[in-house]
T-cell receptor, first 112, second 113 residues
Framework: DQQVKQNSPSLSVQEGRISILNCDYT??????FLWYKKYPAEGPTFLIS?????DKNEDGRFTVFLNKSAKHLSLHIVPSQPGDSAVYFC???????????FGTGTSLTVIP | EAGVTQFPSHSVIEKGQTVTLRCDPI?????LYWYRRVMGKEIKFLLH????????ESGMPNNRFLAERTGGTYSTLKVQPAELEDSGVYFC???????????FGQGTRLTVV
C-alpha cells in the first residue's frame, strides 16, 4: 500500500506563473518531508525539505507547505522557469536516517 | 567533492544471468541506501546500510538480491539469477549520519530480456 501519493502525473504551466505540486501521505509517523527533482537519465536531486514541526519552508523560488491535519504537502514554484521542467518526487521519512517513501512523481512542463 | 557514483549506467542481461551493480557513496557518508524504480512507478526502498552493517533490508524483494558494503565504503547489489520483473532503474543514495537529506547517484538502468 502506497504511503505517499502524488495524484497528478503531469502539470503544465506558463513561464512566469506559479506551479503547485501536491502530495498526500497516510502515515502519521512521518516527521520529515522532502521534494526531489529529477531530469531524464539523472538521479533525483534534493530540492527542499520540511520538518513536521513547521508548516512552511521557503528557499528562493521554492516554498513547501505542510498541513499535518490533512496529511498534505505542496510545493510552490514562483515564478516558474523553463529550466524547472522535470519530474518532481515527494518523499517522507519517519525518523532521521530512515528510508524514504516516495510518491510516483509529477512531470512538470513549463511552457516558454 | 565527488557525488554518489554508480556503475554501470546501463546493463542489459538475459533472464537467468547474474548482474552486479556498484555504488560509491560520498566520502564520509555512513548511510547508504538502495532504491529501485520500475517504469512509471514510485521509487521504492530496497535496503539501508549504516557503515558496513545492514540497518534495514525490509525492501529487498527476495533472496535473489544480495547487497554488501565492504568496509563501510562502496556497496554492491547482486541479482542472481535475474528475472524479467527485475528490470528498472536502481538508485543508490548516501547521507551523513544524523542527516535526513540523501544524495542520489545517477542510477543504473537494468533491462532483463
Amino acid at each position: 500500500d502506497q504511503q505517499v501519493k502524488q495524484n497528478s502525473p503531469s502539470l503544465s504551466v506558463q513561464e512566469g506563473r506559479i506551479s503547485i505540486l501536491n502530495c498526500d501521505y497516510t502515515n502519521s509517523m512521518f516527521d520529515y518531508f522532502l521534494w526531489y527533482k529529477k531530469y531524464p537519465a539523472e538521479g533525483p536531486t534534493f530540492l527542499i525539505s520540511i520538518s513536521s514541526i513547521k508548516d512552511k519552508n521557503e528557499d528562493g523560488r521554492f516554498t513547501v507547505f505542510l498541513n499535518k491535519s490533512a496529511k498534505h504537502l505542496s510545493l510552490h514554484i514562483v515564478p516558474s522557469q523553463p529550466g524547472d521542467s522535470a519530474v518532481y518526487f515527494c518523499a517522507a521519512s519517519a525518523g532521521t536516517g530512515n528510508q524514504f517513501y516516495f510518491g510516483t512523481g509529477t512531470s512538470l512542463t513549463v511552457i516558454p | 567533492e565527488a557525488g554518489v557514483t554508480q556503475f554501470p549506467s546501463h546493463s542489459v542481461i538475459e533472464k537467468g544471468q547474474t548482474v552486479t551493480l556498484r555504488c560509491d557513496p560520498i566520502s564520509g557518508h555512513d548511510n547508504l541506501y538502495w532504491y529501485r524504480r520500475v517504469m512509471g512507478k514510485e521509487i521504492k526502498f530496497l535496503l539501508h546500510f549504516v557503515k558496513e552493517s545492514k540497518q534495514d533490508e525490509s525492501g529487498m524483494p527476495n533472496n535473489r538480491f544480495l547487497a554488501e558494503r565492504t568496509g563501510g565504503t562502496y556497496s554492491t547489489l547482486k541479482v542472481q539469477p535475474a528475472e524479467l520483473e527485475d528490470s528498472g532503474v536502481y538508485f543508490c543514495a548516501s547521507s551523513q549520519r544524523g542527516n535526513t537529506e540523501a544524495f542520489f547517484g545517477q542510477g543504473t538502468r537494468l533491462t532483463v530480456v
